[in-house]
Protein backbone atom coordinates (compact mmCIF):
# COMPACT_ATOMS: atom_id res chain seq x y z
CA UNK A 1 0.00 0.00 0.00
CA UNK A 2 1.19 3.42 -0.85
CA UNK A 3 2.95 5.26 2.09
CA UNK A 4 0.11 7.81 2.48
CA UNK A 5 -3.03 6.97 0.68
CA UNK A 6 -4.74 4.22 -1.29
CA UNK A 7 -7.68 6.75 -2.20
CA UNK A 8 -8.85 10.13 -1.96
CA UNK A 9 -11.46 11.69 0.84
CA UNK A 10 -14.12 12.17 -1.94
CA UNK A 11 -13.09 8.54 -3.84
CA UNK A 12 -14.96 5.99 -1.80
CA UNK A 13 -18.47 4.90 -2.18
CA UNK A 14 -20.67 2.65 -0.96
CA UNK A 15 -18.76 -0.58 -4.00
CA UNK A 16 -16.06 -0.17 -1.33
CA UNK A 17 -17.25 -1.42 2.01
CA UNK A 18 -15.07 -4.24 3.51
CA UNK A 19 -12.25 -2.95 1.55
CA UNK A 20 -8.95 -1.95 3.72
CA UNK A 21 -7.51 1.71 2.63
CA UNK A 22 -5.46 4.36 3.79
CA UNK A 23 -6.52 8.04 3.81
CA UNK A 24 -4.47 11.18 4.47
CA UNK A 25 -5.75 14.59 5.25
CA UNK A 26 -6.33 17.36 7.59
CA UNK A 27 -8.54 16.65 10.57
CA UNK A 28 -12.00 19.02 9.47
CA UNK A 29 -14.51 18.78 11.98
CA UNK A 30 -14.50 16.27 15.24
CA UNK A 31 -18.52 15.23 17.07
CA UNK A 32 -18.34 12.86 20.07
CA UNK A 33 -21.96 10.91 20.10
CA UNK A 34 -22.17 8.61 22.85
CA UNK A 35 -18.62 7.70 23.38
CA UNK A 36 -18.50 7.07 19.58
CA UNK A 37 -15.79 9.77 18.10
CA UNK A 38 -16.87 11.05 14.61
CA UNK A 39 -14.34 12.84 12.42
CA UNK A 40 -14.51 14.37 9.08
CA UNK A 41 -11.26 14.15 7.19
CA UNK A 42 -10.48 16.52 4.09
CA UNK A 43 -8.47 16.93 1.24
CA UNK A 44 -8.22 18.46 -1.68
CA UNK A 45 -11.14 16.31 -3.34
CA UNK A 46 -13.41 16.17 -0.86
CA UNK A 47 -14.40 14.81 2.96
CA UNK A 48 -14.86 11.07 4.57
CA UNK A 49 -16.09 10.30 7.89
CA UNK A 50 -13.83 8.31 10.44
CA UNK A 51 -15.17 6.95 13.06
CA UNK A 52 -13.17 5.94 16.11
CA UNK A 53 -14.09 3.99 19.00
CA UNK A 54 -13.70 4.16 22.83
CA UNK A 55 -10.66 2.02 24.07
CA UNK A 56 -8.58 2.13 21.07
CA UNK A 57 -5.40 3.68 19.97
CA UNK A 58 -7.20 4.91 17.01
CA UNK A 59 -9.65 6.92 19.67
CA UNK A 60 -7.26 8.27 22.07
CA UNK A 61 -5.10 9.86 19.35
CA UNK A 62 -7.88 11.43 16.96
CA UNK A 63 -9.29 12.79 20.71
CA UNK A 64 -6.22 14.65 21.34
CA UNK A 65 -5.53 16.01 18.05
CA UNK A 66 -6.10 19.69 16.94
CA UNK A 67 -8.15 20.64 14.27
CA UNK A 68 -6.29 20.75 10.87
CA UNK A 69 -3.49 18.78 11.84
CA UNK A 70 -2.54 16.60 9.15
CA UNK A 71 -3.01 12.87 9.97
CA UNK A 72 -2.79 9.47 8.06
CA UNK A 73 -5.11 6.87 8.95
CA UNK A 74 -5.71 2.91 8.17
CA UNK A 75 -9.05 1.42 8.52
CA UNK A 76 -12.11 -0.32 7.20
CA UNK A 77 -14.72 0.73 5.01
CA UNK A 78 -17.92 0.28 6.59
CA UNK A 79 -21.96 1.39 5.10
CA UNK A 80 -23.36 4.08 7.96
CA UNK A 81 -26.67 2.68 7.01
CA UNK A 82 -29.72 4.09 4.93
CA UNK A 83 -30.75 5.76 8.13
CA UNK A 84 -27.40 7.83 8.59
CA UNK A 85 -26.38 8.85 4.96
CA UNK A 86 -25.55 12.15 4.32
CA UNK A 87 -26.71 12.96 0.81
CA UNK A 88 -24.87 16.63 0.80
CA UNK A 89 -21.46 14.38 0.70
CA UNK A 90 -20.36 11.79 -2.23
CA UNK A 91 -18.86 9.67 0.22
CA UNK A 92 -21.78 9.95 2.21
CA UNK A 93 -23.17 6.04 1.97
CA UNK A 94 -19.96 5.16 4.25
CA UNK A 95 -17.00 6.10 6.59
CA UNK A 96 -13.74 4.38 8.10
CA UNK A 97 -13.73 2.08 10.80
CA UNK A 98 -10.40 3.73 11.96
CA UNK A 99 -7.75 1.35 13.36
CA UNK A 100 -4.37 3.02 12.93
CA UNK A 101 -3.47 6.72 13.09
CA UNK A 102 -0.05 8.77 12.39
CA UNK A 103 0.15 12.65 12.69
CA UNK A 104 2.04 13.87 9.81
CA UNK A 105 1.59 17.69 10.61
CA UNK A 106 0.30 18.94 14.00
CA UNK A 107 -1.40 22.17 13.85
CA UNK A 108 -1.02 24.79 16.32
CA UNK A 109 -4.02 26.84 17.94
CA UNK A 110 -5.82 28.40 14.32
CA UNK A 111 -6.49 31.95 14.10
CA UNK A 112 -9.82 31.30 12.86
CA UNK A 113 -12.12 28.48 12.65
CA UNK A 114 -11.65 26.87 8.51
CA UNK A 115 -14.68 24.25 8.68
CA UNK A 116 -17.56 27.36 8.75
CA UNK A 117 -17.46 31.04 6.95
CA UNK A 118 -16.99 32.94 10.28
CA UNK A 119 -16.70 37.10 10.32
CA UNK A 120 -13.01 37.34 10.56
CA UNK A 121 -12.22 40.48 9.17
CA UNK A 122 -9.96 40.48 5.48
CA UNK A 123 -6.67 41.25 7.04
CA UNK A 124 -6.68 38.83 9.19
CA UNK A 125 -7.88 36.18 6.26
CA UNK A 126 -4.90 37.24 4.15
CA UNK A 127 -1.96 37.02 7.12
CA UNK A 128 -3.22 33.69 7.29
CA UNK A 129 -4.09 33.32 4.00
CA UNK A 130 -2.66 29.37 3.33
CA UNK A 131 -5.05 28.52 6.25
CA UNK A 132 -8.36 30.66 4.04
CA UNK A 133 -7.80 28.64 1.44
CA UNK A 134 -8.85 25.56 3.19
CA UNK A 135 -12.02 26.59 3.41
CA UNK A 136 -14.68 25.59 0.90
CA UNK A 137 -15.86 28.88 -0.63
CA UNK A 138 -12.09 29.88 -1.17
CA UNK A 139 -11.18 26.22 -2.58
CA UNK A 140 -14.12 26.02 -5.09
CA UNK A 141 -13.03 29.45 -6.16
CA UNK A 142 -9.38 28.78 -6.99
CA UNK A 143 -10.60 26.07 -8.54
CA UNK A 144 -13.00 27.59 -10.58
CA UNK A 145 -10.04 29.74 -11.64
CA UNK A 146 -8.01 26.89 -12.92
CA UNK A 147 -10.74 25.37 -14.41
CA UNK A 148 -11.71 28.55 -16.63
CA UNK A 149 -8.45 29.29 -17.29
CA UNK A 150 -7.76 25.42 -18.70
CA UNK A 151 -11.44 25.67 -20.75
CA UNK A 152 -9.83 29.36 -22.23
CA UNK A 153 -6.78 27.88 -23.52
CA UNK A 154 -8.36 24.92 -25.31
CA UNK A 155 -11.13 27.01 -26.36
CA UNK A 156 -8.88 29.82 -28.21
CA UNK A 157 -6.06 27.25 -29.70
CA UNK A 158 -9.75 25.29 -31.36
CA UNK A 159 -9.91 28.65 -32.68
CA UNK A 160 -6.47 28.95 -34.53
CA UNK A 161 -5.25 31.24 -31.85
CA UNK A 162 -1.35 30.25 -30.96
CA UNK A 163 -0.01 30.88 -27.42
CA UNK A 164 3.24 32.46 -27.05
CA UNK A 165 4.53 34.45 -23.95
CA UNK A 166 5.78 37.75 -24.04
CA UNK A 167 8.68 39.63 -21.37
CA UNK A 168 7.84 40.65 -18.29
CA UNK A 169 10.85 43.16 -17.58
CA UNK A 170 10.85 45.99 -20.97
CA UNK A 171 10.39 49.70 -21.08
CA UNK A 172 8.30 52.02 -19.50
CA UNK A 173 5.16 52.82 -21.82
CA UNK A 174 1.95 55.36 -21.34
CA UNK A 175 -0.81 52.56 -20.76
CA UNK A 176 -2.48 54.66 -18.55
CA UNK A 177 -1.34 53.79 -15.17
CA UNK A 178 1.61 53.68 -13.01
CA UNK A 179 4.61 51.24 -13.71
CA UNK A 180 6.39 49.01 -11.28
CA UNK A 181 9.98 49.41 -11.91
CA UNK A 182 12.75 47.27 -11.52
CA UNK A 183 16.42 48.53 -11.25
CA UNK A 184 19.23 47.55 -13.33
CA UNK A 185 22.34 46.25 -11.57
CA UNK A 186 24.31 46.40 -15.37
CA UNK A 187 22.93 49.33 -15.92
CA UNK A 188 23.62 52.07 -13.24
CA UNK A 189 20.69 54.63 -13.12
CA UNK A 190 18.15 52.85 -15.36
CA UNK A 191 15.27 50.93 -14.86
CA UNK A 192 13.30 48.32 -16.20
CA UNK A 193 9.34 48.10 -16.01
CA UNK A 194 7.40 45.42 -15.64
CA UNK A 195 4.52 45.63 -18.18
CA UNK A 196 0.89 47.30 -17.58
CA UNK A 197 0.58 44.82 -20.55
CA UNK A 198 1.76 43.30 -23.68
CA UNK A 199 0.78 45.97 -25.62
CA UNK A 200 3.31 46.71 -28.61
CA UNK A 201 4.84 43.10 -28.46
CA UNK A 202 1.57 41.36 -29.12
CA UNK A 203 1.53 44.24 -31.60
CA UNK A 204 5.36 43.82 -33.14
CA UNK A 205 4.08 39.71 -32.51
CA UNK A 206 1.59 40.79 -35.86
CA UNK A 207 4.38 42.54 -37.44
CA UNK A 208 6.39 39.88 -37.65
CA UNK A 209 4.01 37.41 -39.45
CA UNK A 210 2.39 35.29 -36.47
CA UNK A 211 -1.45 35.86 -36.82
CA UNK A 212 -3.24 34.72 -33.88
CA UNK A 213 -1.70 34.91 -30.63
CA UNK A 214 -3.22 34.48 -27.13
CA UNK A 215 -1.59 34.65 -24.24
CA UNK A 216 -2.74 34.32 -19.98
CA UNK A 217 -0.86 37.44 -19.65
CA UNK A 218 0.52 38.62 -16.05
CA UNK A 219 -0.15 42.38 -15.66
CA UNK A 220 1.40 45.10 -13.46
CA UNK A 221 -0.04 48.19 -12.44
CA UNK A 222 0.90 50.54 -9.48
CA UNK A 223 -3.14 51.78 -9.11
CA UNK A 224 -5.49 51.66 -5.78
CA UNK A 225 -7.33 48.89 -5.25
CA UNK A 226 -11.35 48.52 -5.70
CA UNK A 227 -13.79 46.12 -5.28
CA UNK A 228 -12.99 44.86 -8.92
CA UNK A 229 -9.08 45.44 -9.37
CA UNK A 230 -6.38 43.94 -7.37
CA UNK A 231 -3.75 46.23 -7.05
CA UNK A 232 -0.48 45.02 -8.02
CA UNK A 233 -1.12 42.08 -10.89
CA UNK A 234 -3.56 41.00 -12.33
CA UNK A 235 -4.15 38.38 -15.70
CA UNK A 236 -5.83 39.09 -18.48
CA UNK A 237 -6.66 37.12 -21.75
CA UNK A 238 -4.37 38.89 -24.47
CA UNK A 239 -5.80 38.60 -27.91
CA UNK A 240 -4.10 40.09 -31.02
CA UNK A 241 -5.19 39.48 -34.91
CA UNK A 242 -4.06 40.34 -38.19
CA UNK A 243 -5.97 41.34 -41.03
CA UNK A 244 -8.95 42.24 -39.00
CA UNK A 245 -11.64 44.77 -38.74
CA UNK A 246 -13.40 45.69 -35.47
CA UNK A 247 -16.53 42.80 -35.79
CA UNK A 248 -13.63 39.92 -37.00
CA UNK A 249 -12.69 40.54 -33.39
CA UNK A 250 -15.68 40.70 -31.72
CA UNK A 251 -16.55 37.08 -33.47
CA UNK A 252 -14.04 34.86 -31.83
CA UNK A 253 -14.33 36.42 -28.36
CA UNK A 254 -18.33 36.50 -28.29
CA UNK A 255 -18.23 33.02 -28.80
CA UNK A 256 -15.73 32.31 -26.07
CA UNK A 257 -17.13 34.38 -23.72
CA UNK A 258 -20.95 32.56 -24.56
CA UNK A 259 -19.25 29.09 -23.87
CA UNK A 260 -17.35 29.65 -20.96
CA UNK A 261 -20.21 31.77 -19.15
CA UNK A 262 -22.46 29.05 -20.12
CA UNK A 263 -19.89 26.07 -18.89
CA UNK A 264 -18.95 27.73 -15.88
CA UNK A 265 -22.03 29.94 -15.05
CA UNK A 266 -24.49 27.50 -12.91
CA UNK A 267 -27.18 27.54 -15.23
CA UNK A 268 -27.50 31.38 -15.56
CA UNK A 269 -28.41 31.91 -19.18
CA UNK A 270 -26.30 34.00 -21.33
CA UNK A 271 -28.11 36.34 -23.56
CA UNK A 272 -26.64 36.04 -27.22
CA UNK A 273 -25.51 38.07 -29.73
CA UNK A 274 -24.37 40.67 -27.60
CA UNK A 275 -25.38 44.22 -28.23
CA UNK A 276 -23.12 46.88 -30.07
CA UNK A 277 -24.14 50.36 -27.93
CA UNK A 278 -22.09 53.92 -28.72
CA UNK A 279 -20.35 54.92 -25.93
CA UNK A 280 -22.10 58.24 -26.42
CA UNK A 281 -26.16 56.40 -26.42
CA UNK A 282 -24.80 54.50 -23.36
CA UNK A 283 -23.61 57.61 -21.34
CA UNK A 284 -27.42 58.78 -22.44
CA UNK A 285 -29.52 55.70 -21.66
CA UNK A 286 -27.22 54.27 -18.70
CA UNK A 287 -25.46 56.88 -17.39
CA UNK A 288 -22.27 54.84 -17.88
CA UNK A 289 -19.75 52.98 -20.31
CA UNK A 290 -20.44 50.09 -18.48
CA UNK A 291 -24.14 49.71 -18.14
CA UNK A 292 -25.88 46.85 -15.91
CA UNK A 293 -28.04 45.34 -18.74
CA UNK A 294 -30.49 43.38 -15.86
CA UNK A 295 -31.44 46.39 -14.69
CA UNK A 296 -34.49 46.86 -16.97
CA UNK A 297 -34.46 50.79 -17.15
CA UNK A 298 -33.32 53.46 -19.10
CA UNK A 299 -32.60 57.07 -18.66
CA UNK A 300 -33.93 59.98 -21.30
CA UNK A 301 -32.11 62.94 -21.89
CA UNK A 302 -35.03 65.74 -21.04
CA UNK A 303 -32.42 68.86 -21.16
CA UNK A 304 -34.31 70.77 -23.99
CA UNK A 305 -37.78 70.42 -22.11
CA UNK A 306 -36.46 72.79 -19.42
CA UNK A 307 -33.96 74.92 -21.19
CA UNK A 308 -35.85 77.85 -20.94
CA UNK A 309 -38.13 76.84 -17.88
CA UNK A 310 -38.81 78.82 -15.04
CA UNK A 311 -37.64 76.05 -12.74
CA UNK A 312 -34.52 77.00 -11.74
CA UNK A 313 -33.58 73.61 -10.21
CA UNK A 314 -33.62 71.98 -13.91
CA UNK A 315 -33.27 75.60 -16.14
CA UNK A 316 -30.18 75.81 -18.30
CA UNK A 317 -28.47 71.81 -16.60
CA UNK A 318 -28.29 68.72 -17.98
CA UNK A 319 -31.91 66.55 -17.03
CA UNK A 320 -31.92 63.18 -17.34
CA UNK A 321 -35.59 61.26 -16.12
CA UNK A 322 -35.75 57.92 -15.21
CA UNK A 323 -39.15 56.40 -15.74
CA UNK A 324 -40.01 53.43 -13.55
CA UNK A 325 -43.29 51.73 -14.49
CA UNK A 326 -45.58 49.81 -12.01
CA UNK A 327 -44.79 51.35 -8.66
CA UNK A 328 -48.29 52.28 -7.84
CA UNK A 329 -48.47 49.86 -4.86
CA UNK A 330 -45.25 51.67 -3.56
CA UNK A 331 -45.23 53.40 -0.28
CA UNK A 332 -43.58 56.41 0.44
CA UNK A 333 -40.57 54.94 2.10
CA UNK A 334 -39.56 53.41 -1.69
CA UNK A 335 -39.06 57.06 -3.02
CA UNK A 336 -37.56 58.26 0.14
CA UNK A 337 -35.05 55.78 0.05
CA UNK A 338 -34.07 56.06 -3.65
CA UNK A 339 -33.57 59.83 -2.56
CA UNK A 340 -31.50 58.67 0.58
CA UNK A 341 -29.52 56.53 -1.98
CA UNK A 342 -28.60 59.39 -4.78
CA UNK A 343 -27.39 61.80 -1.70
CA UNK A 344 -24.72 59.14 -0.63
CA UNK A 345 -23.26 59.29 -4.46
CA UNK A 346 -23.13 63.36 -4.04
CA UNK A 347 -26.65 64.27 -5.42
CA UNK A 348 -28.04 67.12 -3.32
CA UNK A 349 -31.44 64.89 -3.62
CA UNK A 350 -33.65 63.18 -5.81
CA UNK A 351 -36.89 65.21 -7.79
CA UNK A 352 -39.61 62.43 -8.73
CA UNK A 353 -43.13 62.84 -9.60
CA UNK A 354 -45.81 59.95 -9.92
CA UNK A 355 -48.41 59.44 -12.72
CA UNK A 356 -52.28 58.85 -11.22
CA UNK A 357 -55.04 57.39 -13.10
CA UNK A 358 -56.01 60.56 -14.69
CA UNK A 359 -52.78 61.10 -15.89
CA UNK A 360 -52.16 64.00 -13.78
CA UNK A 361 -48.09 64.28 -11.86
CA UNK A 362 -48.27 64.22 -7.98
CA UNK A 363 -45.26 64.72 -6.17
CA UNK A 364 -42.21 66.80 -4.45
CA UNK A 365 -41.91 69.29 -7.88
CA UNK A 366 -45.09 68.38 -9.85
CA UNK A 367 -46.16 71.74 -8.78
CA UNK A 368 -43.35 73.05 -10.93
CA UNK A 369 -43.89 71.63 -13.93
CA UNK A 370 -45.94 73.90 -16.54
CA UNK A 371 -49.19 72.00 -18.56
CA UNK A 372 -46.29 71.98 -21.31
CA UNK A 373 -43.77 70.38 -19.29
CA UNK A 374 -46.37 67.45 -18.23
CA UNK A 375 -47.34 67.33 -21.99
CA UNK A 376 -44.27 66.93 -23.43
CA UNK A 377 -42.79 64.48 -20.67
CA UNK A 378 -46.13 62.16 -20.83
CA UNK A 379 -45.20 61.73 -24.47
CA UNK A 380 -41.40 61.60 -24.21
CA UNK A 381 -41.63 59.02 -21.83
CA UNK A 382 -44.34 57.29 -22.78
CA UNK A 383 -45.68 57.99 -19.66
CA UNK A 384 -49.01 55.90 -17.87
CA UNK A 385 -50.60 55.63 -14.98
CA UNK A 386 -48.89 53.83 -12.31
CA UNK A 387 -45.97 55.13 -13.80
CA UNK A 388 -42.85 57.15 -11.43
CA UNK A 389 -40.12 59.50 -12.65
CA UNK A 390 -37.24 60.51 -11.15
CA UNK A 391 -35.21 63.36 -11.90
CA UNK A 392 -31.31 64.34 -12.02
CA UNK A 393 -29.90 67.92 -13.10
CA UNK A 394 -26.49 69.26 -13.20
CA UNK A 395 -23.09 68.73 -15.04
CA UNK A 396 -23.15 66.06 -17.65
CA UNK A 397 -20.87 63.76 -15.81
CA UNK A 398 -22.12 64.06 -12.48
CA UNK A 399 -25.64 63.14 -13.36
CA UNK A 400 -24.46 60.48 -15.48
CA UNK A 401 -22.93 59.19 -12.60
CA UNK A 402 -25.61 59.14 -10.00
CA UNK A 403 -28.56 59.03 -12.31
CA UNK A 404 -26.76 55.64 -13.86
CA UNK A 405 -26.46 53.93 -9.97
CA UNK A 406 -30.41 54.90 -9.32
CA UNK A 407 -31.40 53.27 -12.41
CA UNK A 408 -30.13 49.87 -11.53
CA UNK A 409 -31.01 50.66 -7.80
CA UNK A 410 -34.49 51.38 -8.72
CA UNK A 411 -34.54 48.31 -11.01
CA UNK A 412 -33.59 46.30 -8.22
CA UNK A 413 -36.30 47.65 -5.69
CA UNK A 414 -39.19 48.10 -8.03
CA UNK A 415 -39.26 44.58 -9.77
CA UNK A 416 -37.49 45.64 -12.77
CA UNK A 417 -34.20 43.72 -12.26
CA UNK A 418 -33.41 40.41 -14.22
CA UNK A 419 -31.70 37.88 -11.60
CA UNK A 420 -29.99 34.63 -13.15
CA UNK A 421 -28.46 35.91 -16.56
CA UNK A 422 -25.02 37.22 -17.77
CA UNK A 423 -26.22 40.31 -19.63
CA UNK A 424 -22.91 41.06 -22.24
CA UNK A 425 -22.51 44.14 -24.56
CA UNK A 426 -19.90 45.96 -26.72
CA UNK A 427 -19.30 49.51 -26.16
CA UNK A 428 -18.47 50.96 -29.23
CA UNK A 429 -17.51 53.93 -30.86
CA UNK A 430 -15.34 55.79 -27.62
CA UNK A 431 -13.86 59.00 -28.40
CA UNK A 432 -10.03 59.36 -29.15
CA UNK A 433 -9.52 62.20 -27.05
CA UNK A 434 -10.80 64.03 -23.60
CA UNK A 435 -9.85 67.56 -22.55
CA UNK A 436 -8.61 67.82 -18.55
CA UNK A 437 -11.20 70.08 -17.37
CA UNK A 438 -8.34 71.47 -15.00
CA UNK A 439 -5.75 72.22 -17.17
CA UNK A 440 -7.56 72.18 -20.51
CA UNK A 441 -5.52 69.72 -22.36
CA UNK A 442 -6.65 67.01 -24.68
CA UNK A 443 -5.44 63.54 -23.73
CA UNK A 444 -6.42 60.46 -25.05
CA UNK A 445 -9.46 59.15 -23.59
CA UNK A 446 -8.55 55.55 -24.00
CA UNK A 447 -5.83 53.56 -25.68
CA UNK A 448 -3.21 55.25 -27.23
CA UNK A 449 -2.15 53.13 -29.77
CA UNK A 450 -5.68 52.66 -31.17
CA UNK A 451 -6.55 53.52 -35.25
CA UNK A 452 -8.61 57.03 -35.39
CA UNK A 453 -12.38 56.62 -37.36
CA UNK A 454 -11.78 58.28 -40.63
CA UNK A 455 -7.40 57.68 -40.47
CA UNK A 456 -5.23 60.57 -41.02
CA UNK A 457 -7.92 63.05 -42.43
CA UNK A 458 -9.76 62.87 -39.29
CA UNK A 459 -6.82 63.83 -37.29
CA UNK A 460 -6.16 66.74 -39.47
CA UNK A 461 -9.38 68.38 -40.00
CA UNK A 462 -11.70 67.29 -37.75
CA UNK A 463 -12.05 69.06 -33.75
CA UNK A 464 -10.29 66.43 -31.84
CA UNK A 465 -13.03 66.09 -29.63
CA UNK A 466 -15.28 64.97 -32.22
CA UNK A 467 -12.39 62.12 -33.26
CA UNK A 468 -13.80 58.62 -32.86
CA UNK A 469 -11.27 55.58 -32.37
CA UNK A 470 -11.26 52.16 -33.31
CA UNK A 471 -11.98 51.35 -29.27
CA UNK A 472 -14.03 48.92 -27.87
CA UNK A 473 -15.12 47.50 -24.06
CA UNK A 474 -16.63 44.63 -23.37
CA UNK A 475 -19.02 44.41 -20.30
CA UNK A 476 -20.89 41.95 -18.74
CA UNK A 477 -23.42 42.49 -15.75
CA UNK A 478 -22.16 46.27 -15.43
CA UNK A 479 -18.34 44.87 -15.25
CA UNK A 480 -15.79 45.91 -17.62
CA UNK A 481 -14.24 42.90 -18.48
CA UNK A 482 -12.14 44.36 -21.28
CA UNK A 483 -10.90 47.03 -23.71
CA UNK A 484 -9.64 46.44 -26.96
CA UNK A 485 -8.93 48.37 -30.46
CA UNK A 486 -8.05 48.35 -33.63
CA UNK A 487 -4.73 49.65 -34.00
CA UNK A 488 -2.83 52.20 -35.59
CA UNK A 489 -0.39 50.73 -37.72
CA UNK A 490 0.58 53.56 -39.78
CA UNK A 491 3.64 55.65 -38.62
CA UNK A 492 2.14 59.05 -39.90
CA UNK A 493 -0.83 58.73 -38.83
CA UNK A 494 0.65 57.20 -34.79
CA UNK A 495 3.15 60.66 -34.96
CA UNK A 496 0.03 63.09 -35.28
CA UNK A 497 -2.54 61.20 -33.20
CA UNK A 498 0.45 61.75 -30.47
CA UNK A 499 1.13 64.89 -31.50
CA UNK A 500 -2.57 66.14 -30.57
CA UNK A 501 -1.83 64.59 -27.56
CA UNK A 502 0.83 66.75 -26.81
CA UNK A 503 3.86 64.26 -27.74
CA UNK A 504 6.19 65.73 -30.15
CA UNK A 505 7.77 63.58 -32.55
CA UNK A 506 11.14 63.16 -30.71
CA UNK A 507 9.50 61.74 -27.79
CA UNK A 508 6.94 59.52 -29.58
CA UNK A 509 10.47 58.00 -31.82
CA UNK A 510 12.18 57.99 -28.66
CA UNK A 511 9.51 56.07 -26.48
CA UNK A 512 8.05 53.74 -29.15
CA UNK A 513 11.18 53.27 -31.20
CA UNK A 514 10.78 49.86 -31.28
CA UNK A 515 7.50 49.74 -32.58
CA UNK A 516 7.71 52.29 -35.27
CA UNK A 517 10.56 50.66 -36.51
CA UNK A 518 8.79 48.21 -36.71
CA UNK A 519 5.89 49.88 -38.49
CA UNK A 520 8.15 50.61 -41.27
CA UNK A 521 9.12 47.71 -42.50
CA UNK A 522 5.27 46.60 -43.28
CA UNK A 523 2.77 46.37 -40.71
CA UNK A 524 -0.21 44.84 -41.13
CA UNK A 525 -3.96 45.92 -39.85
CA UNK A 526 -4.27 44.76 -36.95
CA UNK A 527 -6.49 44.62 -33.46
CA UNK A 528 -6.91 42.71 -30.23
CA UNK A 529 -8.57 42.46 -26.91
CA UNK A 530 -7.84 41.62 -23.27
CA UNK A 531 -10.29 40.33 -21.12
CA UNK A 532 -9.41 40.25 -17.61
CA UNK A 533 -9.45 36.67 -16.18
CA UNK A 534 -9.79 37.78 -12.86
CA UNK A 535 -13.28 39.59 -13.00
CA UNK A 536 -13.94 36.46 -15.45
CA UNK A 537 -14.24 34.67 -12.64
CA UNK A 538 -15.48 37.13 -10.02
CA UNK A 539 -18.65 36.91 -11.78
CA UNK A 540 -18.86 32.87 -12.46
CA UNK A 541 -18.26 32.61 -8.98
CA UNK A 542 -20.73 35.22 -8.02
CA UNK A 543 -18.46 36.90 -5.78
CA UNK A 544 -18.34 40.99 -4.59
CA UNK A 545 -14.79 41.49 -4.56
CA UNK A 546 -11.81 40.27 -7.19
CA UNK A 547 -9.52 39.21 -4.21
CA UNK A 548 -11.98 35.76 -3.15
CA UNK A 549 -10.91 34.74 -6.46
CA UNK A 550 -6.88 34.90 -6.14
CA UNK A 551 -5.33 32.76 -4.69
CA UNK A 552 -2.57 35.08 -3.29
CA UNK A 553 -3.74 39.03 -3.41
CA UNK A 554 -2.44 41.81 -1.95
CA UNK A 555 -4.46 43.80 0.30
CA UNK A 556 -5.70 47.47 -0.51
CA UNK A 557 -3.08 49.09 0.77
CA UNK A 558 -0.99 46.69 -1.70
CA UNK A 559 0.65 44.90 0.74
CA UNK A 560 1.16 40.90 1.23
CA UNK A 561 0.57 40.66 4.79
CA UNK A 562 1.27 36.50 4.52
CA UNK A 563 4.82 37.05 3.11
CA UNK A 564 5.85 40.81 4.50
CA UNK A 565 5.96 42.27 0.98
CA UNK A 566 7.02 45.07 0.12
CA UNK A 567 10.68 44.63 2.17
CA UNK A 568 13.52 47.33 2.85
CA UNK A 569 16.51 46.33 1.20
CA UNK A 570 19.76 46.06 2.98
CA UNK A 571 22.48 49.22 2.18
CA UNK A 572 24.69 46.13 0.57
CA UNK A 573 21.81 45.49 -1.87
CA UNK A 574 21.04 49.25 -2.37
CA UNK A 575 24.29 49.84 -3.23
CA UNK A 576 24.74 46.93 -5.75
CA UNK A 577 21.84 48.39 -7.16
CA UNK A 578 23.20 52.20 -7.30
CA UNK A 579 20.35 53.23 -5.52
CA UNK A 580 19.46 55.54 -2.57
CA UNK A 581 16.25 55.72 -0.57
CA UNK A 582 14.48 59.01 -0.01
CA UNK A 583 11.48 58.72 2.37
CA UNK A 584 8.85 61.03 2.62
CA UNK A 585 9.32 63.53 5.57
CA UNK A 586 6.81 63.51 8.48
CA UNK A 587 3.73 65.78 7.94
Not at 564 to 587: C, D, I, Y
Request: with cysteine; hydrophobic share 40%; glycine share 8%.
Amino acid sequence: MHRYRSHTCGELRASDVGSDVRLSGWLHNRRDLGGILFIDLRDHYGITQLVARPGTPAYEALDKLSKETVVRVDGTVVSRGTENVNPDLPTGEIEIEVGEVEVLGEAAPLPFTINTEDGVNEERRLEYRFLDLRRERMHRNIMLRTAVISAIRHKMAAMGFNEMATPILSATSPEGARDFVVPSRLNPGRFYALPQAPQQFKQLLMISGFDRYFQIAPCFRDEDARADRSPGEFYQLDVEMSFVEQEDVFQPIEKLMTEIFEEFGGGRHVTSPFPRIPFREAMLKYGSDKPDLRAQLELVDISDIFEASDFKAFAGKHVRALPVPSVQDQPRKFFDQLGDYAVSLGAKGLAWVRVAEDGSLSGPIAKFLTEENVAELTKRLSLAPGHAVFFGAGEFDEVSKIMGAVRVEAAKRAGHFEEGVFRFCWIVDFPMYEKDEETGKIDFSHNPFSMPQGGLEALQTQDPLDILGWQYDIVCNGVELSSGAIRNHEPEIMLKAFEIAGYDRETVEEQFAGMLRAFRFGAPPHGGIAPGVDRIVMLLADEPNIRETIAFPLNGNAQDLMMGAPTELPEERLRELHLSVRKPQPK
